[in-house]
């Protein structure tokens, strides 16, 4: 509140005129200050409010990875089924193996024997070639995959922190400062009741 005088005169105690001036001058700045918190409140909310849109944007961005996650994840595993349902053919290939080589010892041509083995070795060492291929493929494309929704996963919570933190820090002066217009307007109000009382008529 600016500084203003209250001239008193000879009779009656203080110039009626200043102290109504005085009044209005103290409820005018009351006012611009009330006005004032309250643009700097409406600021700070659609501030808030903006925030609070991109930090929703952000938590749909990391549930859609989650998912993503969640979904890379029951695919390794479909996949490590699929291995161990796998295992117990190998025993049955070993055993045809052998059943087969029992049926070609008992070839009497040796050279047919021959040709026929070459024949499957070189279909074996192909179809394994495959698989592993296959299988490197596949576990360097998962790895690519878990390695970039990690990448993106620490980005996201990375800009979560700082957008909650710094929408926490506004909030916090936002409280502060309309906690003080209570205190300005009790002033005031205690100010306007001591001057009334001041100019009250003496019975």
Known sequence: MGNYSIKTVAFGGFNKQDVVRYIEQAATEAASAQKALEDENSALRAHSD??????????????ALLAEKDALSAALTQEQQLREELEPLRATAEVAAQLQREIDSLRPDADAYAQFRERIGAIECEARKRA?????????????????????????????ESTAGYVSAELRKME??????????????????ALAAQLKPED
């Open 132 to 160: 592993d291929d296959l299988e490197l493929a596949t576990a360097a494309q998962l790895r690519q995959t878990v390695d970039r929704f990690r990448q993106q996963y620490q980005i996201l919570m990375s800009n979560f």
């Open 50 to 63: 903006a925030l609070t849109g991109e930090l929703d944007e952000l938590r749909a961005q990391m549930e």
């Open 176 to 193: 502060v400062s309309l906690s003080h217009l209570p205190r300005a307007l009790d002033q005031a109000g205690s100010d306007l009741n």
